[in-house]
Nanobody, 124 residues
C-alpha cells in the first residue's frame, strides 16, 4: 500500500525559506512521477513541481520557477521541495502526489496517490 507523508510546513515571513519533505513507502518508486501541488482557500488545487524519479527530469509551474527546487533522496525514498523567496501568495496546503504515467504531469486528476497535506503560511 502506497503511503505519502508530508512534513516541513509552517509559518514564515515573506522572503524566507522552507523545505517540505514527502516520505514515500509501499513500493519501488523508480518508475513514478512525484509531484507537489498546492491548494489555497477557495481556489482549485494547482501544480507546483514534479520530478521523474528515474532520471530526475523536473517540471515547474511558472509561478515558482527559479524560487522552488524539487529533488529526491533515493536512499530515504523521500522527495523534497525547497522553497526560497517565499511570497504571501505561496500560502496554501501543499500536497505530495505520485503516479506512474509521465503524461499530463501538471494535471492533478491523473495522480493515484496523495499525502495528507502540510500547511505553508507566508506572512507579509
Amino acid at each position: 500500500q502506497v503511503q505519502l507523508v508530508e512534513s516541513g510546513g509552517g509559518l514564515v515571513q515573506a522572503g524566507g525559506s522552507l523545505r517540505l519533505s514527502c516520505a514515500a513507502s509501499g513500493r519501488t518508486f523508480s518508475n513514478y512521477i512525484m509531484a507537489w501541488f498546492r491548494q489555497a482557500p477557495g481556489k482549485e488545487r494547482e501544480f507546483v513541481a514534479a520530478l521523474k524519479w528515474s532520471g530526475g527530469i523536473t517540471y515547474y509551474a511558472d509561478s515558482v520557477k527559479g524560487r522552488f527546487t524539487i529533488s529526491r533522496d533515493n536512499a530515504k525514498n523521500t522527495v523534497y521541495l525547497q522553497m526560497n523567496s517565499l511570497k504571501p501568495e505561496d500560502t496554501a496546503v501543499y500536497y505530495c502526489a505520485a503516479k506512474v504515467s509521465s503524461s499530463s504531469v501538471r494535471a492533478p486528476a491523473g495522480y493515484a496517490y496523495w499525502g495528507q497535506g502540510t500547511q505553508v503560511t507566508v506572512s507579509s
